[in-house]
């Protein structure tokens, strides 16, 4: 058994929590960090975790109940104040509130719905991040406010911000749930370009 799918009961710990999760980290002196982080979804989007498994189930139910912000948004982590604490923080204060939602983080979770056979679940997921996309349909970038202006929910830091939104990592994160849909999937025909 794998660090990775070992329980983190056991010594030395696992990455795999008994209560339905994979914990974001086992630190050097073989103590867990049990915190629900939706970052470890890549593990299923990127096959190192069996989608198939009833631990990518459970991981990804758990995500989903502790993490889920306006509606098909995710936050990274409960208490993330990375883009909220200062505007001399690394993120700054471009999301005018904690946890704000990751557009990477919910497109994580639409590689794993499309997967499963839950293309509609998974359409919804993507077109919320094209909502939330900036002009042309640039990616939003990594974190999108739950504020709301004129009854509508912006990006993080009204107009884009450019440098994250053109970073070429996060352009390929925000464009892999796109590869995978099937040509023949009931849920992705009929859309536009077909």
Same mark, same amino acid.
């Given at each position: 058994?794998?660090?990775?799918?070992?329980?983190?009961?056991?010594?030395p710990?696992?990455?795999?929590?008994?209560?339905?999760y994979?914990?974001?980290?086992?630190?050097?002196?073989? /103590?867990?960090?049990?915190?629900?982080?939706s970052?470890?979804?890549?593990?299923?989007?990127?096959g190192?975790?069996?989608?198939?498994?009833?631990?990518?189930?459970n991981?990804?139910?758990?995500?989903?109940?502790?993490? /889920?912000?306006?509606t098909?948004?995710?936050?990274?982590?409960?208490g993330?104040?990375?883009?909220?604490?200062?505007?001399?923080?690394?993120?700054?204060?471009?999301?005018?509130?904690?946890?704000?939602?990751?557009?990477?983080m919910?497109?994580?979770?639409?590689?794993?719905?499309?997967?499963?056979g839950?293309?509609?679940?998974a359409?919804a997921r993507m077109?919320?991040?094209?909502?939330?996309s900036?002009?042309?349909?640039?990616?939003?970038?990594?974190?999108v406010?739950?504020k709301?202006w004129?009854?509508l929910?912006?990006?993080?830091?009204?107009?884009?911000?450019?440098?994250l939104?053109?970073?070429?990592?996060?352009q390929?994160?925000?464009?892999?749930p /796109?590869?995978t849909?099937?040509q023949?999937?009931?849920?992705f025909?009929?859309?536009?370009?077909r």
């Amino acid at each position: 058994m794998s660090a990775l799918q070992r329980p983190s009961t056991w010594n030395p710990p696992g990455s795999w929590n008994p209560l339905g999760y994979y914990n974001r980290a086992v630190n050097p002196d073989n /103590t867990v960090q049990p915190l629900v982080d939706s970052s470890s979804d890549m593990l299923i989007a990127l096959g190192v975790v069996d989608f198939q498994s009833a631990r990518a189930a459970n991981h990804i139910s758990m995500i989903l109940n502790t993490l /889920t912000k306006q509606t098909s948004g995710l936050c990274r982590y409960l208490g993330d104040v990375f883009y909220y604490t200062a505007p001399w923080s690394p993120g700054g204060n471009e999301a005018l509130d904690p946890e704000p939602s990751w557009p990477q983080m919910s497109l994580w979770v639409a590689v794993y719905e499309v997967l499963t056979g839950q293309a509609p679940a998974a359409l919804a997921r993507m077109q919320w991040c094209v909502g939330i996309s900036g002009s042309g349909y640039m990616p939003s970038g990594e974190a999108v406010s739950t504020k709301e202006w004129d009854g509508l929910r912006r990006r993080a830091c009204p107009p884009p911000r450019v440098p994250l939104q053109a970073r070429p990592r996060i352009q390929a994160e925000l464009h892999l749930p /796109t590869p995978t849909r099937s040509q023949n999937d009931p849920a992705f025909m009929n859309q536009p370009g077909r």
